[in-house]
């Protein structure tokens, strides 16, 4: 049963970047897209891009275009997001989540982020 | 871009009772790309309903979807104790993005 594993809890000084990991783990990526979607303390899901991993071809919210990174390493099936420019609007939860055609049937746990001085 | 208005924001009723959710969209959505998300605190969302209607694997039959074009809904027909949460509408558009609804939250009363 595939599992998406993502890294632990980070804490930023604002201007900063924070690249978060999603692993695929008792599988792989194979034909599906994987998603970045957060959600700010007591706030609703935002998705801010998708990569589907096989082509290595990413797009983006228009709200996180120029900031936001999605990248996936095939040979682990690792997918990466990196936002720069952090400020404290950042601060959020973020979550991978693998879409199989039009929604999201696995989500990983999710990743806390602390943008603070 | 395609936006989602979920309505009403806070139900509150009780266990037994019947929940109905809804969602519009500015512009009409492909039945096919609505889907429906129950989030619990501190958990990841969980898909319940894709393609408007059709139940995710696991999903107990009293979760059900409904609608077309820019008005869709989900109705519970009995809430169970576990079902009181925050439920969210998404849609995938024409420009291979997605979005959801502020979300609704089912509350016991």
């Known amino acids: 049963q595939v599992q998406l594993v993502q890294s632990g809890a980070e804490v930023k000084k604002p201007g900063s970047s924070v690249k978060v990991s999603c692993k695929a783990s008792g599988g792989t990526f194979s034909s599906y897209t994987i998603s970045w979607v957060r959600q700010a303390p007591g706030q609703g899901l935002e998705w801010m891009g998708r990569i589907i991993p096989i082509l290595g071809i990413a797009n983006y919210a228009q709200k996180f275009q120029g900031r936001v990174t999605i990248t996936a390493d095939k040979s682990t099936s690792t997918a990466y997001m990196e936002l720069s420019s952090l400020r404290s609007e950042d601060t959020a939860v973020y979550y991978c989540?693998?879409?199989?055609?039009?929604?999201?049937?696995?989500w990983g746990r999710g990743t806390l982020v602390t943008v603070s001085s | 871009e395609i936006v989602l208005t979920q309505s009403p924001g806070t139900l509150s009723l009780s266990p037994g009772e019947r929940a109905t959710l809804s969602c519009r969209a500015s512009?009409?959505?492909?039945?096919?790309?609505l889907a429906w998300y129950q989030q619990k605190p501190g958990q990841a969302p969980r898909l319940l309903i894709y393609g408007a209607s059709s139940r995710a694997t696991g999903i107990p039959d009293r979760f059900s979807g409904s609608g077309s074009g820019t008005d869709f809904t989900l109705t519970i027909s009995r809430l169970e104790p576990e079902d009181f949460a925050v439920y969210y509408c998404?849609?995938?558009?024409?420009?291979?993005?997605?979005?959801f609804g502020q979300g609704t939250k089912v509350e016991i009363k």
């Open positions: 998404q849609q995938y558009g024409s420009s291979r993005t997605w979005t």
């Open positions: 512009q009409s959505v492909s039945s096919s790309y």
């Open positions: 989540a693998r879409a199989i055609s039009a929604y999201f049937d696995l």
